[in-house]
């Protein structure tokens, strides 16, 4: 149960950290701290892991362009705005319901069904997010909280249930339009941050996906 519990704490701080990338441009203080102790050591033990080496060193990379850019947060933020504030025909806007059936729409039915959960579960990012319900960080901070909510479980089929709803948001969500995303994004970023970091969670969600499918309790045989 103590790895259980460690290993919760890790997921959400990574689906947290991530959300926080793709949330809002980052502040000068936040880019800072890419050159700290304690964030380098954090990507090092990201690339220990072997589906994660090579998009670490990728986005290694990018932040050490990064740290060395003039005017490095204006820069980077305009970066942001190219990507994921422009009109939906340009950029790479964070939104599942343009990457889900053929629309290529706004607020559509993934923007429903995901509110529609967010209200089932009780909770309110309304307070957090000046986004519709189906944007990334929305999808990701969500998943934080459903890790946490397992680890805090006071019973083996109350955490099971909230195993539960991460695969299907996971799967029913995340999984379904991440990789057209990434690609999206990838193909407009030129500076290489926002790609390199979208690399990452790409790697990551996979990763989540398998760990869930082994953490889960197989059904019983009657």
């Known amino acids: 149960m103590q790895e259980f519990m460690a290993t919760s704490e890790r997921r959400a701080e990574l689906y947290w950290w991530f959300s926080t990338l793709f949330a809002a441009e980052l502040s000068d203080e936040q880019i800072a ?11 090092k033990s990201l690339s220990t892991l072997d589906p994660m080496r090579d998009a670490v060193a990728e986005l290694n990379e990018a932040i050490a362009r990064l740290l060395v850019r003039p005017d490095r947060q204006l820069e980077l933020a305009a970066d942001f705005a190219g990507l994921f504030l422009v009109d939906p025909k340009q950029g790479a806007l964070p939104y599942e319901s343009l990457y889900r059936g053929d629309a290529k729409l706004l607020m559509q039915a993934p923007m429903a069904e995901m509110q529609a959960r967010l209200d089932r579960l009780g909770i309110n990012v309304s307070d957090k997010y000046k986004e519709s319900a189906d ?7 969500l998943m934080g909280n459903l890790i946490i909510r397992a680890a805090e479980a006071k019973s083996a089929a109350e955490r099971e249930s909230w195993l539960d709803e991460q695969e299907a948001l996971l799967h ?3 999984l379904g339009w991440f990789d057209k995303f990434e690609s999206a994004c990838r193909a407009a970023d030129r500076f290489g941050f926002y790609g390199a970091s979208a690399r990452l969670l790409g790697v990551f969600l996979k990763m989540d996906a398998n ?10 045989a009657d």
């Open 33 to 43: 701290e890419y050159d700290t102790y304690d964030v380098r050591s954090f990507l």
């Open 135 to 141: 944007h990334l960080a929305i999808e990701l901070d």
């Open 172 to 174: 029913g969500h995340l």
């Open 211 to 220: 760990y869930l499918s082994l953490v889960k309790p197989a059904p019983s």
